[in-house]
Protein backbone atom coordinates (compact mmCIF):
# COMPACT_ATOMS: atom_id res chain seq x y z
CA UNK A 1 0.00 0.00 0.00
CA UNK A 2 1.02 3.30 -0.93
CA UNK A 3 1.51 6.34 1.62
CA UNK A 4 -1.66 8.65 0.99
CA UNK A 5 -3.40 11.61 2.78
CA UNK A 6 -6.93 11.23 3.18
CA UNK A 7 -9.08 14.78 3.77
CA UNK A 8 -12.72 14.83 3.91
CA UNK A 9 -13.85 17.52 5.76
CA UNK A 10 -17.28 17.66 4.20
CA UNK A 11 -20.24 17.78 6.54
CA UNK A 12 -22.92 15.34 4.84
CA UNK A 13 -26.36 15.72 5.69
CA UNK A 14 -28.45 13.23 4.27
CA UNK A 15 -32.53 12.02 3.99
CA UNK A 16 -35.28 13.77 3.30
CA UNK A 17 -36.64 17.43 3.51
CA UNK A 18 -32.55 18.33 4.59
CA UNK A 19 -32.33 21.00 1.41
CA UNK A 20 -34.31 22.94 4.50
CA UNK A 21 -31.55 23.04 6.71
CA UNK A 22 -29.62 24.91 3.97
CA UNK A 23 -30.11 28.34 5.96
CA UNK A 24 -28.62 26.81 9.24
CA UNK A 25 -26.05 25.06 7.54
CA UNK A 26 -24.69 28.58 6.32
CA UNK A 27 -25.04 30.31 9.43
CA UNK A 28 -23.19 27.32 10.89
CA UNK A 29 -20.53 28.32 8.61
CA UNK A 30 -20.63 31.75 9.89
CA UNK A 31 -21.95 33.15 5.67
CA UNK A 32 -23.69 36.28 6.07
CA UNK A 33 -24.14 36.80 2.16
CA UNK A 34 -24.65 34.26 -0.02
CA UNK A 35 -24.37 33.80 -4.09
CA UNK A 36 -27.13 31.09 -4.47
CA UNK A 37 -25.85 29.48 -8.07
CA UNK A 38 -27.55 27.13 -10.04
CA UNK A 39 -27.95 25.36 -13.44
CA UNK A 40 -30.39 25.84 -16.27
CA UNK A 41 -33.49 25.98 -14.57
CA UNK A 42 -34.59 22.12 -13.45
CA UNK A 43 -34.16 23.76 -9.24
CA UNK A 44 -36.97 26.06 -10.28
CA UNK A 45 -39.41 23.55 -12.40
CA UNK A 46 -38.83 21.43 -9.24
CA UNK A 47 -39.81 23.73 -6.03
CA UNK A 48 -35.74 23.31 -4.73
CA UNK A 49 -34.88 26.68 -5.26
CA UNK A 50 -37.91 28.47 -3.30
CA UNK A 51 -37.79 25.97 -0.65
CA UNK A 52 -33.45 26.84 -0.40
CA UNK A 53 -34.09 30.64 -0.35
CA UNK A 54 -37.31 30.62 2.24
CA UNK A 55 -34.44 28.72 4.33
CA UNK A 56 -31.96 31.17 3.39
CA UNK A 57 -34.54 34.05 4.66
CA UNK A 58 -35.59 31.72 8.07
CA UNK A 59 -31.87 32.46 8.96
CA UNK A 60 -31.98 36.30 8.00
CA UNK A 61 -29.48 35.48 5.62
CA UNK A 62 -29.05 37.87 2.48
CA UNK A 63 -28.61 36.31 -1.10
CA UNK A 64 -27.93 37.10 -4.70
CA UNK A 65 -28.57 34.11 -7.64
CA UNK A 66 -26.99 33.21 -10.45
CA UNK A 67 -28.19 30.61 -12.90
CA UNK A 68 -27.40 29.23 -15.80
CA UNK A 69 -24.55 26.35 -15.10
CA UNK A 70 -24.93 24.11 -18.22
CA UNK A 71 -23.59 20.80 -18.33
CA UNK A 72 -19.84 20.82 -19.03
CA UNK A 73 -20.26 24.57 -17.47
CA UNK A 74 -18.48 27.41 -19.06
CA UNK A 75 -15.46 29.66 -17.62
CA UNK A 76 -17.55 33.07 -19.24
CA UNK A 77 -19.96 32.42 -16.34
CA UNK A 78 -17.21 32.06 -13.76
CA UNK A 79 -16.27 35.52 -14.76
CA UNK A 80 -20.33 36.83 -14.22
CA UNK A 81 -20.09 34.94 -11.05
CA UNK A 82 -17.02 36.48 -9.83
CA UNK A 83 -17.91 39.89 -10.31
CA UNK A 84 -21.30 39.54 -8.97
CA UNK A 85 -19.56 38.16 -5.91
CA UNK A 86 -17.14 40.92 -5.56
CA UNK A 87 -19.80 43.41 -6.18
CA UNK A 88 -22.32 42.38 -3.84
CA UNK A 89 -19.91 41.27 -0.82
CA UNK A 90 -20.85 37.68 -0.61
CA UNK A 91 -19.19 35.96 1.59
CA UNK A 92 -20.32 32.33 0.66
CA UNK A 93 -21.21 30.09 -2.15
CA UNK A 94 -24.24 27.59 -1.83
CA UNK A 95 -24.41 25.23 -5.30
CA UNK A 96 -28.05 24.26 -5.89
CA UNK A 97 -27.63 21.44 -8.41
CA UNK A 98 -25.69 18.76 -10.41
CA UNK A 99 -22.13 18.44 -10.81
CA UNK A 100 -21.91 21.25 -13.17
CA UNK A 101 -23.26 23.45 -10.50
CA UNK A 102 -20.56 23.11 -7.96
CA UNK A 103 -17.81 23.02 -10.21
CA UNK A 104 -19.16 26.18 -11.29
CA UNK A 105 -19.15 27.49 -8.10
CA UNK A 106 -15.97 26.33 -6.99
CA UNK A 107 -14.44 28.15 -9.78
CA UNK A 108 -16.21 31.46 -8.37
CA UNK A 109 -14.96 30.79 -5.32
CA UNK A 110 -11.26 30.63 -6.56
CA UNK A 111 -11.85 33.95 -8.63
CA UNK A 112 -13.05 35.86 -5.64
CA UNK A 113 -10.54 35.34 -3.69
CA UNK A 114 -7.75 36.02 -6.48
CA UNK A 115 -6.63 39.10 -8.76
CA UNK A 116 -5.25 37.25 -11.46
CA UNK A 117 -7.18 35.11 -14.35
CA UNK A 118 -9.17 31.91 -12.40
CA UNK A 119 -8.30 30.30 -16.01
CA UNK A 120 -4.50 30.34 -14.74
CA UNK A 121 -5.51 27.34 -12.48
CA UNK A 122 -7.68 25.01 -14.71
CA UNK A 123 -4.45 25.61 -17.13
CA UNK A 124 -2.18 24.87 -14.37
CA UNK A 125 -0.32 28.12 -14.46
CA UNK A 126 -1.08 29.26 -10.79
CA UNK A 127 -2.23 27.16 -7.95
CA UNK A 128 -5.11 28.72 -6.19
CA UNK A 129 -3.71 30.25 -2.81
CA UNK A 130 -7.81 30.94 -1.17
CA UNK A 131 -11.21 30.29 -1.83
CA UNK A 132 -14.56 31.76 -0.45
CA UNK A 133 -16.72 28.50 1.17
CA UNK A 134 -18.65 27.03 -0.72
CA UNK A 135 -22.01 24.22 0.18
CA UNK A 136 -23.80 21.92 -1.96
CA UNK A 137 -27.71 20.73 -2.38
CA UNK A 138 -27.24 17.97 -4.46
CA UNK A 139 -29.78 16.97 -6.93
CA UNK A 140 -27.57 14.26 -9.28
CA UNK A 141 -25.81 11.82 -7.94
CA UNK A 142 -22.78 11.14 -10.28
CA UNK A 143 -19.63 13.50 -9.83
CA UNK A 144 -19.10 13.11 -6.61
CA UNK A 145 -18.51 16.90 -6.27
CA UNK A 146 -20.05 17.39 -3.56
CA UNK A 147 -16.74 15.98 -1.11
CA UNK A 148 -14.26 16.34 -4.04
CA UNK A 149 -11.65 18.63 -4.35
CA UNK A 150 -11.90 18.97 -8.23
CA UNK A 151 -14.17 21.08 -10.44
CA UNK A 152 -13.59 20.91 -14.18
CA UNK A 153 -14.41 24.27 -16.25
CA UNK A 154 -14.96 24.43 -20.38
CA UNK A 155 -12.90 27.49 -21.70
CA UNK A 156 -15.32 28.60 -24.83
CA UNK A 157 -12.11 29.89 -26.05
CA UNK A 158 -10.77 26.93 -28.10
CA UNK A 159 -12.89 24.43 -26.17
CA UNK A 160 -10.86 23.08 -23.58
CA UNK A 161 -12.28 21.17 -21.00
CA UNK A 162 -9.36 21.45 -17.97
CA UNK A 163 -10.14 20.41 -14.31
CA UNK A 164 -8.02 21.99 -10.73
CA UNK A 165 -7.94 19.88 -7.88
CA UNK A 166 -7.44 21.59 -4.99
CA UNK A 167 -8.60 21.24 -1.16
CA UNK A 168 -9.36 24.47 -0.75
CA UNK A 169 -12.51 23.58 -2.47
CA UNK A 170 -13.70 20.94 -0.74
CA UNK A 171 -17.30 21.70 0.20
CA UNK A 172 -18.31 22.59 4.02
CA UNK A 173 -21.57 21.18 3.44
CA UNK A 174 -23.11 18.33 1.43
CA UNK A 175 -27.07 18.36 1.64
CA UNK A 176 -28.37 15.15 0.23
CA UNK A 177 -31.82 14.69 -0.10
CA UNK A 178 -32.17 11.49 -2.21
CA UNK A 179 -35.88 12.51 -3.43
CA UNK A 180 -34.85 15.40 -4.85
CA UNK A 181 -33.14 12.59 -7.46
CA UNK A 182 -36.63 11.74 -8.23
CA UNK A 183 -36.93 14.04 -11.11
CA UNK A 184 -33.81 12.98 -13.20
CA UNK A 185 -34.05 12.16 -16.77
CA UNK A 186 -33.24 8.30 -17.03
CA UNK A 187 -30.07 8.88 -19.65
CA UNK A 188 -28.71 11.56 -16.51
CA UNK A 189 -29.50 8.69 -13.63
CA UNK A 190 -27.63 6.17 -15.47
CA UNK A 191 -24.62 8.75 -16.53
CA UNK A 192 -24.15 9.57 -13.28
CA UNK A 193 -24.34 5.64 -12.43
CA UNK A 194 -21.33 5.14 -14.91
CA UNK A 195 -19.50 8.55 -13.63
CA UNK A 196 -19.72 6.84 -10.01
CA UNK A 197 -18.04 3.67 -11.54
CA UNK A 198 -15.79 5.20 -13.56
CA UNK A 199 -14.38 7.25 -10.24
CA UNK A 200 -13.80 3.88 -8.45
CA UNK A 201 -12.40 1.93 -11.48
CA UNK A 202 -10.03 5.16 -12.46
CA UNK A 203 -8.47 4.62 -8.55
CA UNK A 204 -8.92 0.49 -9.09
CA UNK A 205 -6.15 0.37 -12.27
CA UNK A 206 -2.65 1.27 -10.94
CA UNK A 207 -0.01 -1.65 -10.42
CA UNK A 208 0.21 -1.59 -6.36
CA UNK A 209 -0.34 -4.47 -4.58
CA UNK A 210 -1.53 -5.46 -1.30
CA UNK A 211 -4.78 -2.88 -0.96
CA UNK A 212 -7.03 -5.45 0.67
CA UNK A 213 -9.51 -3.07 2.53
CA UNK A 214 -9.53 -0.46 -0.59
CA UNK A 215 -10.04 -3.18 -3.04
CA UNK A 216 -13.04 -4.10 -0.75
CA UNK A 217 -14.54 -0.57 -0.48
CA UNK A 218 -14.02 -0.18 -3.81
CA UNK A 219 -15.95 -3.78 -4.99
CA UNK A 220 -18.99 -2.62 -2.42
CA UNK A 221 -19.44 0.96 -4.77
CA UNK A 222 -19.21 -0.99 -7.88
CA UNK A 223 -21.34 -3.75 -7.00
CA UNK A 224 -24.18 -1.73 -5.19
CA UNK A 225 -24.20 0.98 -8.54
CA UNK A 226 -24.43 -1.92 -10.52
CA UNK A 227 -27.46 -3.16 -8.86
CA UNK A 228 -29.02 -0.26 -8.27
CA UNK A 229 -29.23 1.24 -11.63
CA UNK A 230 -30.86 -1.74 -12.86
CA UNK A 231 -33.74 -0.81 -9.72
CA UNK A 232 -33.85 2.51 -11.08
CA UNK A 233 -34.57 1.41 -14.46
CA UNK A 234 -38.03 0.59 -13.81
CA UNK A 235 -38.37 2.19 -10.56
CA UNK A 236 -36.82 5.48 -10.55
CA UNK A 237 -38.45 6.45 -7.13
CA UNK A 238 -37.23 3.52 -5.36
CA UNK A 239 -35.98 5.78 -2.13
CA UNK A 240 -33.67 3.07 -0.83
CA UNK A 241 -31.79 2.63 -4.61
CA UNK A 242 -31.69 6.62 -4.66
CA UNK A 243 -30.17 6.65 -1.22
CA UNK A 244 -27.23 4.09 -2.40
CA UNK A 245 -26.14 5.53 -5.61
CA UNK A 246 -26.23 8.95 -3.92
CA UNK A 247 -23.72 7.33 -1.22
CA UNK A 248 -21.90 5.80 -3.37
CA UNK A 249 -21.18 9.07 -5.63
CA UNK A 250 -19.97 10.72 -2.83
CA UNK A 251 -17.94 8.10 -1.52
CA UNK A 252 -16.62 7.35 -5.26
CA UNK A 253 -14.82 10.74 -4.86
CA UNK A 254 -13.75 11.74 -1.55
CA UNK A 255 -10.69 9.68 -1.87
CA UNK A 256 -11.42 6.85 -0.10
CA UNK A 257 -11.98 3.95 -2.71
CA UNK A 258 -8.13 4.79 -3.50
CA UNK A 259 -6.72 4.91 -0.18
CA UNK A 260 -2.89 3.48 -1.07
CA UNK A 261 -3.76 3.23 -4.87
CA UNK A 262 -1.83 5.92 -7.40
CA UNK A 263 -4.78 5.08 -9.68
CA UNK A 264 -5.20 5.86 -13.43
CA UNK A 265 -7.92 8.56 -14.59
CA UNK A 266 -6.58 8.14 -18.30
CA UNK A 267 -10.84 7.45 -19.30
CA UNK A 268 -11.50 10.83 -17.29
CA UNK A 269 -8.77 12.31 -19.39
CA UNK A 270 -9.85 10.78 -23.13
CA UNK A 271 -13.49 11.69 -22.00
CA UNK A 272 -13.15 15.38 -20.82
CA UNK A 273 -11.78 16.68 -24.19
CA UNK A 274 -15.12 14.69 -25.78
CA UNK A 275 -17.19 16.59 -23.16
CA UNK A 276 -15.18 19.75 -24.00
CA UNK A 277 -15.20 19.70 -28.02
CA UNK A 278 -18.82 17.81 -28.56
CA UNK A 279 -20.46 18.85 -24.99
CA UNK A 280 -21.44 15.28 -24.38
CA UNK A 281 -22.69 14.27 -21.04
CA UNK A 282 -19.97 12.97 -18.98
CA UNK A 283 -20.58 9.67 -17.69
CA UNK A 284 -21.90 8.43 -21.33
CA UNK A 285 -18.48 9.92 -22.65
CA UNK A 286 -16.47 7.40 -20.01
CA UNK A 287 -18.62 4.19 -21.10
CA UNK A 288 -18.03 5.14 -24.86
CA UNK A 289 -14.47 5.09 -24.53
CA UNK A 290 -14.18 2.73 -21.20
CA UNK A 291 -13.88 -0.89 -23.45
CA UNK A 292 -11.37 0.46 -25.92
CA UNK A 293 -9.60 1.29 -23.50
CA UNK A 294 -9.40 -1.33 -21.43
CA UNK A 295 -8.69 -3.81 -24.34
CA UNK A 296 -5.37 -1.26 -25.17
CA UNK A 297 -3.56 -1.72 -22.20
CA UNK A 298 -4.87 -4.48 -19.95
CA UNK A 299 -1.89 -6.65 -21.21
CA UNK A 300 0.24 -4.08 -18.75
CA UNK A 301 -1.61 -5.81 -15.73
CA UNK A 302 -4.12 -8.77 -16.60
CA UNK A 303 -3.96 -9.87 -12.69
CA UNK A 304 -5.77 -6.83 -12.22
CA UNK A 305 -8.31 -6.67 -15.04
CA UNK A 306 -8.93 -10.35 -14.39
CA UNK A 307 -9.39 -9.43 -10.52
CA UNK A 308 -12.15 -6.81 -11.71
CA UNK A 309 -13.50 -9.33 -14.12
CA UNK A 310 -14.04 -12.31 -11.32
CA UNK A 311 -15.08 -10.78 -8.23
CA UNK A 312 -16.83 -7.45 -9.39
CA UNK A 313 -18.70 -9.17 -12.55
CA UNK A 314 -18.64 -12.57 -11.81
CA UNK A 315 -16.97 -14.01 -14.51
CA UNK A 316 -15.01 -17.48 -14.07
CA UNK A 317 -11.21 -17.74 -13.68
CA UNK A 318 -9.48 -19.30 -16.87
CA UNK A 319 -6.20 -20.44 -15.38
CA UNK A 320 -5.32 -21.85 -18.47
CA UNK A 321 -5.83 -18.39 -19.94
CA UNK A 322 -6.32 -15.42 -17.93
CA UNK A 323 -6.00 -13.26 -20.63
CA UNK A 324 -9.71 -14.57 -21.79
CA UNK A 325 -11.08 -13.79 -18.27
CA UNK A 326 -9.94 -10.19 -18.97
CA UNK A 327 -11.63 -9.99 -21.84
CA UNK A 328 -15.06 -11.59 -20.72
CA UNK A 329 -14.67 -9.08 -17.83
CA UNK A 330 -14.35 -6.45 -20.42
CA UNK A 331 -17.35 -7.41 -22.42
CA UNK A 332 -19.19 -8.02 -18.70
CA UNK A 333 -18.91 -4.97 -18.22
CA UNK A 334 -19.87 -3.15 -21.38
CA UNK A 335 -22.68 -5.83 -21.77
CA UNK A 336 -24.29 -3.74 -18.61
CA UNK A 337 -23.42 -0.24 -19.68
CA UNK A 338 -25.75 -1.48 -22.71
CA UNK A 339 -28.34 -2.81 -20.51
CA UNK A 340 -28.50 0.63 -18.30
CA UNK A 341 -28.40 2.57 -22.11
CA UNK A 342 -25.28 3.37 -21.75
CA UNK A 343 -23.30 3.99 -24.85
CA UNK A 344 -20.27 1.47 -25.69
CA UNK A 345 -18.64 3.63 -28.95
CA UNK A 346 -18.02 7.33 -29.48
CA UNK A 347 -20.58 6.80 -32.47
CA UNK A 348 -23.52 6.01 -30.26
CA UNK A 349 -23.07 9.10 -28.46
CA UNK A 350 -23.56 10.79 -31.61
CA UNK A 351 -20.43 11.91 -32.03
CA UNK A 352 -19.01 10.93 -36.11
CA UNK A 353 -15.75 11.55 -35.29
CA UNK A 354 -13.43 12.12 -38.38
CA UNK A 355 -9.37 10.95 -38.77
CA UNK A 356 -8.82 15.02 -37.85
CA UNK A 357 -11.09 14.77 -35.04
CA UNK A 358 -9.17 12.31 -33.73
CA UNK A 359 -5.33 13.58 -33.89
CA UNK A 360 -7.34 16.84 -32.74
CA UNK A 361 -8.68 15.26 -29.87
CA UNK A 362 -5.30 13.59 -29.12
CA UNK A 363 -3.06 16.70 -29.38
CA UNK A 364 -5.60 18.30 -26.73
CA UNK A 365 -5.52 15.92 -24.44
CA UNK A 366 -1.90 15.32 -24.61
CA UNK A 367 -1.88 19.24 -23.96
CA UNK A 368 -0.65 19.61 -26.69
CA UNK A 369 1.86 16.87 -26.98
CA UNK A 370 3.67 17.90 -23.35
CA UNK A 371 2.22 14.83 -21.38
CA UNK A 372 1.19 11.15 -21.25
CA UNK A 373 -1.73 10.08 -19.31
CA UNK A 374 -2.82 6.69 -17.41
CA UNK A 375 -1.48 4.66 -14.57
CA UNK A 376 -1.70 0.97 -15.82
CA UNK A 377 0.03 2.22 -18.57
CA UNK A 378 1.74 5.50 -20.12
CA UNK A 379 -0.10 6.65 -22.66
CA UNK A 380 1.45 9.38 -25.30
CA UNK A 381 -0.11 11.38 -28.17
CA UNK A 382 -0.63 8.48 -30.28
CA UNK A 383 -1.77 5.97 -27.69
CA UNK A 384 -4.75 8.34 -27.14
CA UNK A 385 -5.91 8.51 -31.54
CA UNK A 386 -5.28 5.12 -31.37
CA UNK A 387 -8.07 4.66 -28.28
CA UNK A 388 -9.93 6.74 -29.82
CA UNK A 389 -10.14 4.86 -32.98
CA UNK A 390 -10.57 1.86 -31.03
CA UNK A 391 -13.71 3.95 -29.58
CA UNK A 392 -15.17 5.47 -32.30
O1 LIG B 1 -29.14 22.54 -15.54
P1 LIG B 1 -30.31 21.90 -14.89
O2 LIG B 1 -31.59 22.45 -15.34
O3 LIG B 1 -30.18 21.78 -13.40
O4 LIG B 1 -30.37 20.38 -15.49
C1 LIG B 1 -29.37 19.41 -15.24
C2 LIG B 1 -28.55 19.11 -16.49
O5 LIG B 1 -29.31 19.26 -17.64
C3 LIG B 1 -30.06 18.11 -15.00
N1 LIG B 1 -30.41 17.86 -13.60
C4 LIG B 1 -29.60 17.88 -12.50
N2 LIG B 1 -30.29 17.50 -11.41
C5 LIG B 1 -31.57 17.26 -11.82
C6 LIG B 1 -31.65 17.50 -13.21
N3 LIG B 1 -32.80 17.35 -13.91
C7 LIG B 1 -33.88 16.95 -13.23
N4 LIG B 1 -33.87 16.67 -11.90
C8 LIG B 1 -32.73 16.81 -11.17
N5 LIG B 1 -32.72 16.49 -9.88
O6 LIG B 1 -29.11 17.11 -15.37
C9 LIG B 1 -28.26 17.63 -16.38
C10 LIG B 1 -26.82 17.33 -16.00
O7 LIG B 1 -26.44 18.09 -14.86
P2 LIG B 1 -24.89 18.28 -14.52
O8 LIG B 1 -24.76 19.04 -13.28
O9 LIG B 1 -24.18 18.76 -15.73
O10 LIG B 1 -24.44 16.75 -14.33
P3 LIG B 1 -23.30 16.10 -13.49
O11 LIG B 1 -23.60 16.11 -12.06
O12 LIG B 1 -23.07 14.78 -14.12
O13 LIG B 1 -22.02 17.04 -13.72
C11 LIG B 1 -21.25 16.92 -14.88
C12 LIG B 1 -20.04 17.83 -14.83
O14 LIG B 1 -19.19 17.54 -13.72
C13 LIG B 1 -17.86 17.25 -14.19
C14 LIG B 1 -18.12 16.68 -15.54
O15 LIG B 1 -16.98 16.65 -16.34
C15 LIG B 1 -19.20 17.61 -16.07
O16 LIG B 1 -18.64 18.82 -16.51
N6 LIG B 1 -17.13 16.40 -13.23
C16 LIG B 1 -16.81 16.94 -12.04
C17 LIG B 1 -16.09 16.24 -11.10
C18 LIG B 1 -15.72 16.85 -9.81
N7 LIG B 1 -15.93 18.13 -9.65
O17 LIG B 1 -15.23 16.19 -8.89
C19 LIG B 1 -15.60 14.89 -11.35
C20 LIG B 1 -16.21 14.23 -12.52
O18 LIG B 1 -15.33 13.24 -12.98
C21 LIG B 1 -16.59 15.13 -13.65
O19 LIG B 1 -15.50 15.37 -14.51
ZN1 LIG C 1 -16.24 11.61 -13.57
Known sequence: MQGFEYYTPTKVVFGKDTENRAGELVKEQKGTKVLVHYGTGSVKRSGLLDRVLASLDKEGIPHVELGGAVPNPRLSLVYQGIELCKKEGVDFILAVGGGSAIDSAKAIAYGVRDDGDVWDFYAKIRVPQDALPVGVVLTLAATGSEMSNSSVITNEDGWLKRGCNCDLSRPRFAIMNPELTYTLPEYQTMSGCVDIMMHTLERWF????????????????????????????????????????????????????????????????????????????????????????????????????????????????????????????????????????????????????????????????SHMDKRTIGGVQQLDRNDMAEIYRMAR
Open 206 to 365: SHEKDTELTDYLAEGVLKTVMHQAKVLLTDPENYEARSEVFWAGSLSHNGLTGCGRAGDWACHQLEHELGGMFDVTHGAGLAAVWGSWARYVYKSDVARFAKLAVDVLGVPYDYADPERTVLEGIEAMEAFFRSIHMPVSISELGVELTDDQIEELAYKC
